[in-house]
């Protein structure tokens, strides 16, 4: 039917124009935007554009044939105790909105770059979705990334080790899969004297010429059946502005930051899973706990501003997903009850019990905490040769139980501010002992510089990975020798990885002793990714 067959293809074209051309803007322009698109295909008779909404929140479904709306096929949410709280990826608008679009474009080979704020969840629609179809599609996802140290050669060793040889001058996916390459925080690396980003020159070779070159034969390797994906917040703080010439071969996509009924609707669904096998009279708190820790998450971003004397007042996402990561909840405490005492909870009372049988409660009696906490700090004194001497008055004792809190939950990073000599180092060992961690920290000696602090890292990565051992890395202003070093920690921070960490040869030993670990988990032991 030629008339039908004109609205369909009417339609596809407008929701292709609307992100071909608006895909990048900013969440503040989209009125205006669909604005714009409505006067531009008024008078085509065949868009049939819908009156009511946004073009922003329709998209074509070939299936029904005609514009449809995203919330009609947001998945359901299912809440598994067993997932870790950093893996729960509840459905929303923008996840499937930005999955769809990035989906179709990878399944023509076309390179995507999300961009947008901190926190605002680029990576997570990434990982989500090629997670989900990497199976059914053939794609081999590789991950990469990216630092201000990120070196061209290092970028191209990552990629060629994910890619076999099939013929003389050409290597490709294995098999017959397609690789994937997401570059998280693309512009990172920092400029080198000519103004360039190695690393991201040679990705643009790639784009360009379809391969790169042999560093060490000098021909030139043509490369088959891999497509880049990447993201990256907006120049400022570190992060560089990206050469127009490598950023146009990107389908280029800003991410809104999630809006208040997105925000609730994430943290209800995994606040509401967590509490269902509660009284019913708890789980009737659902709803008000998110939207009282939504509403004061908006009062501190826009009431308690970054200021020079507290330069660390800056507030995103990950900080309101902390709330709902402890799953420890304390109902029904009078208000009074706040104002009169002060709020310590823990879980570290009762010494010698094995961590997941340790119960996390209310500590009412200051006196015995004091007691517990002395006791705690005699069995430090004995097993370290640097004895601690520390008076517990409460500020202390509150401190105390906060780090614990801190280092007990999954990815619990804590920043230590106060003036010197207030015992931010000494509570934090206290602490690392009270929960069973072992507390590394660096040691500056003359000379000390970048490879050194590498090599101390390797050491730290070996006793936690290998060795299995908790570990706490307690790190200081004073220590940072050179700037490099912050670097590394924003990587640990992000990702848990730093680039260039291991040399090939040691990585082989590092993945060997850890197979036997990784087999017990069920993860096959060719997958080294995985591994």
Not at 106 to 133: M, P, Q
Not at 313 to 334: E, I, M, P, T
Not at 402 to 429: D, P
Not at 506 to 519: D, F, G
């Amino acid at each position: 039917d030629q008339y039908r067959l004109n609205i369909i293809l009417s339609q596809t074209f407008v929701f292709c124009y609307l992100w071909a051309v608006g895909g990048n803007l900013t969440e503040n322009c989209w009125d205006s935007f669909d604005t714009f698109v409505r006067q531009q295909f008024e008078d085509n008779t065949d868009a049939k554009l819908p009156t009511t909404g946004d073009l922003w929140n329709v998209y074509m479904d070939f299936d029904s044939k005609r514009l449809d709306l995203w919330e009609r096929i947001i998945p359901s949410f299912k809440y598994n105790s067993e997932t870790p709280f950093f893996e729960m990826l509840v459905p929303t608008t923008d996840i499937v909105r930005y999955g769809y679009l990035m989906e179709k474009l990878l399944a023509v080979s076309h390179s995507v770059l999300f961009t947008g704020t901190t926190g605002v969840g680029k990576s997570v629609v990434t990982r989500g979705l090629l997670n989900n179809i990497q199976e059914e599609a053939c794609y081999l996802p590789v991950y990469i990334n990216f630092s201000a140290q990120t070196s061209s050669a290092r970028t191209q060793e990552i990629i060629e080790s994910k890619l076999e040889k099939k013929r003389k001058n050409i290597i490709g996916a294995p098999g017959n899969k397609k690789v994937i390459i997401f570059v998280d925080d693309l512009n990172m690396p920092k400029l080198d004297r000519y103004g360039s980003q190695p690393p991201i020159e040679l990705l643009r070779q790639y784009q360009d010429f379809g391969g790169f070159y042999d560093r060490e034969r000098l021909f030139w390797k043509e490369i088959q059946d891999v497509t880049i994906a990447a993201a990256c917040a907006p120049p400022g703080g570190g992060r560089n502005p990206v050469t127009p010439r490598f950023i146009r071969h990107f389908s280029m996509f800003c991410l809104p930051t999630p809006s208040e009924h997105s925000l609730k609707q994430i943290f209800q669904a995994i606040l509401t899973g967590f509490l269902a096998e509660f009284p019913s009279a708890v789980k009737q708190m659902a709803t008000n706990i998110v939207e009282a820790a939504i509403e004061i998450y908006h009062r501190m971003s826009t009431d308690l501003l970054p200021t020079p004397a507290k330069s660390h007042y800056v507030f995103n996402l990950r900080d309101l997903s902390k709330c709902f990561q402890g799953k420890y909840f304390a109902v029904h405490l009078d208000p009074e009850y706040f104002v009169a005492k002060p709020i310590i909870f823990g879980d570290f009372m009762k010494i010698g019990v094995d961590k997941a049988d340790r119960v996390y409660e209310d500590l009412a009696d200051i006196e015995k905490i004091r007691s517990v906490l002395q006791d705690y700090l005699d069995d430090y004194n004995m097993t370290n040769s640097k004895e601690m001497r520390l008076v517990f008055f409460q500020n202390a004792i509150e401190h105390i139980s906060r780090i614990a809190r801190i280092i007990r939950q999954e990815r619990g990073n804590a920043l230590l501010v106060g003036v010197g000599g207030t015992g931010k180092q000494s509570l934090t060992r206290l602490a690392s002992h009270i929960c069973g961690y072992k507390c590394f920290q660096i040691e500056l000696s003359r000379g000390y510089n970048y490879a050194s602090f590498h090599e101390d890292l390797r050491k730290l990565y070996k006793m936690a990975g290998v060795e299995d051992k908790d570990m706490v890395f307690l790190f200081t202003d004073t220590q940072i020798v050179v700037e490099e070093f912050l670097e590394d920690i924003n990587n640990i921070l992000n990702s848990g990885e730093v680039p260039n960490l291991f040399e090939k040869d040691e990585l082989e030993q590092v993945l060997a002793a850890t197979r036997p670990k990784a087999k017990e988990a069920g993860v096959p032991e060719g997958n080294r990714d995985e591994v």
